[in-house]
């Protein structure tokens, strides 16, 4: 598997650090409003990386945060007239809102970064005592130029650097020793949360607290951290930084940024107010076809969204829908019994699908190409199954469609809501088949009622049953 390293600019095998284990950080959102189709982009692609891991059979352990204490969050929190932790608790949940409309997995980990003030404290003290860090007043800052490798990964050149940042000193800045040290911790202004540290009551700077978090969750060492482009600088150069003095260690072997979702060819964002939040979209769309929007291109290319693309990511789930609906129909009437011999040959093609699948995902997380494979599958599924169809087939047909789909965490099958009446027919149809002795079929609607999320429990009152 092959991987496109924003680091060293090249696709790169896929070599994880301990066999068979893949340690993953994902910078999360800074929660003070409902997020934006753009933070969905990051989201959905790198659930889909780690479901693809996990098919290839890595155990994953994923950390992504969400920073909870920011100028924005308290802004918010001062418009509104409540603390700075009701705005971001209040966001944390819609956030997890969207993610489960969107079919995100929770993280192994979702760390907050109000909760690991103690783990900053501590990395900021070993900084400073490593001379890579030093105290004006109360406020920490990060020794820049002690950083034999700082600029590695944005590529930038520090004097470069110096020259562009030259017209954009501000108030305070010229306390630091070098205009490209940055902060690690600020004293609190007046109505701000604070904690207490050595150097002042105050709060970390927001690199601090990455570093901080993927240590504790994954270790000094990680195989793949990641993000959106907009990231590369300053803040994951600056978590290298930090990370790299504090541990004496290579931070993470992999960086991998997700290219914008732009609007108009503008990106999108709070700041531009050209934004469509997750939970506008959700009042026009089943969420899956932002999934399929999203993963209709390569991770690495700029997206535009646009209505157009939107109704063909619709149209595009319903096919793939309309398949697997087919098929399940189809095997409700389907003769039992081994594959016929055209269906063996056919069988044998259908490995085709997968290869192609494995091979677009393999490289670099081809998405495009691999919902292409899964395209291709569906029209296979549709022209090789029929009425004449045996179950053994159509099973085979359908399974596939679906593993293939669930590794993208595209829900290719909705689920069918059972009415009360339907529950309490099959039920009653249950109690006769016992009745009759026939264990088989009364087992096989208990199995059916439980596929469709129905528990049963058999009381001495008769049947009882209710919803999962
Ligand atoms: P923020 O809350 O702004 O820190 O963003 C959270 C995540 O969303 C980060 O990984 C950003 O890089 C990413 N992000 C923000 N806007 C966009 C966009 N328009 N396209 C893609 N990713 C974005
Ligand atoms: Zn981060």
Redesign the pocket.
């Known amino acids: 598997m092959k991987l496109y390293n924003t680091e060293t600019k090249r696709k790169e095998e896929f070599v994880t650090i301990e066999p068979g284990k893949v340690r993953m950080y994902v910078?999360?959102?800074?929660v003070y409003n409902f997020i934006h189709i753009?933070?969905a982009?990051?989201m959905i692609v790198f659930d889909t990386v780690r479901r693809y891991l996990e098919y290839r059979g890595y155990e994953v352990n994923y950390v992504s945060n969400f920073?909870d204490v920011d100028d924005k969050i308290i802004a918010k929190a001062i418009e509104e007239g409540v603390t700075a932790q009701e705005i971001s608790e209040r966001y944390i949940a819609e956030c997890k809102k969207d993610m489960e409309g969107m079919n995100v997995r929770h993280a192994t980990t979702h760390p907050l970064a109000t909760r690991e003030i103690d783990g900053m404290i501590e990395m900021i003290q070993t900084l400073i005592d490593k001379g890579y860090a030093y105290d004006v007043d109360g406020t920490v800052y990060f020794r820049t130029r002690k950083f034999k490798s700082y600029g590695k990964l944005s590529h930038k050149n520090l004097d470069d650097l110096r020259a562009g940042n030259r017209s954009l000193l501000v108030t305070g800045e010229d306390q630091k020793e070098d205009p490209l040290d940055f902060v690690l911790w600020k004293p609190k202004k007046e109505g701000e949360p604070y904690w207490t540290s050595p150097w002042s009551d105050g709060r970390p700077g927001w690199h601090i607290e990455c570093s901080v978090m993927a240590k504790k969750y994954l270790g000094d060492e990680i195989d793949i951290h990641a993000?959106?482009e907009?990231?590369i600088f300053p803040h994951h150069e600056n978590e290298i930084a930090q990370s790299e003095c504090c541990n004496g260690k290579i931070f993470s072997r992999y960086w991998l940024h997700?290219a914008?979702?732009n609007i108009d060819n503008r990106?999108?964002?709070k700041s531009l107010g050209n934004f469509f939040t997750v939970r506008e979209i959700s009042e026009k769309y089943d969420l899956q076809v932002l999934r399929l929007f999203m993963l209709s291109a390569h991770y690495r290319s700029p997206l535009n969204f646009s209505a157009e693309l939107m109704e063909s990511a619709k149209s595009a789930l319903e096919r793939i829908r309309n398949a697997v609906s087919n098929l399940t129909f189809l095997g409700k009437n389907a003769a039992d019994g081994e594959l016929s011999g055209q269906e063996q040959i056919l069988a044998e093609q259908l490995g085709a699908y997968r290869a192609k699948f494995e091979e677009a995902m393999d490289d670099d997380f081809n998405t495009a190409d691999a919902l292409a494979a899964i395209f291709e599958l569906v029209k296979f599924a549709n022209s090789s199954a029929n009425a004449d169809s045996t179950k053994a087939w159509l099973e085979l047909l359908r399974k596939e469609l679906l593993e293939l789909c669930e590794v993208m965490g595209i829900i290719a099958e909705e689920k069918e809501e059972l009415l009360d009446a339907d529950i309490e027919a099959l039920i009653a149809e249950r109690q006769a088949a016992r009745k009759a002795k026939n264990f088989a079929r009364a087992d096989e609607i208990r199995n059916e009622l439980l596929e469709k999320g129905i528990t049963l429990l058999d009381t001495r009152e008769g049947v009882k049953w209710k919803r999962a």
């Open positions: 910078c999360g959102p800074t753009g933070n982009r990051p920073t993000g959106g907009d990231l997700n914008f979702l990106k999108m964002s």
